[in-house]
Nanobody, 128 residues
Framework: QVTLVESGGGLVQAGGSLRLSCAAS????????MGWFRQAPGKEREFVAA????????IYADSVRGRFTISREKIKDTVYLQMNSLKPEDTANYHC?????????????????????WGQGTQVTVSS
């Protein structure tokens, strides 16, 4: 059974940092690009960041560029999202997902429809 499990969320004050982890199991993830998305109550799901299979290429939403960093540790099938300078508007449930389009690609996409496996998410709450 293919699973993605996120962890590392929590309550933090504005300006603080969190590091999210996404552990994959039961399938082939290290050959695929991976992404992070978030969804706040009453809002649409929003792209946050994506990383290529090799870890050499990443893209970010404008709202998080310069504050968040995506990385991966392939031997552990784990993807990370380091979040610094957090703002109240970053409050959301954060999900990781696998880009299903093609293995060994460095062409990344923010389109959620390209991602097949999704985790349940981890809640991030930033207080002002």
């Amino acid at each position: 059974q293919v699973t993605l499990v996120e962890s590392g969320g929590g309550l933090v004050q504005a300006g603080g940092s969190l590091r999210l982890s996404c552990a994959a199991s039961g399938g082939t993830f290290r050959n695929y690009a991976m992404g992070w998305f978030r969804q706040a109550p009453g809002k649409e799901r929003e792209f946050v960041a994506a990383i290529s299979w090799s870890g050499d290429t990443a893209i970010y939403a404008d709202s998080v560029r310069g504050r968040f960093t995506i990385s991966r540790e392939k031997i552990k099938d784990t993807v990370y999202l380091q979040m610094n300078s957090l703002k109240p508007e970053d409050t959301a449930n954060y999900h990781c997902a696998r880009d299903a389009r093609k293995q060994f690609t460095s062409v990344l996409t923010p389109a959620s429809g390209a991602y097949d496996y999704w985790g349940q998410g981890t809640q991030v709450t930033v207080s002002s």
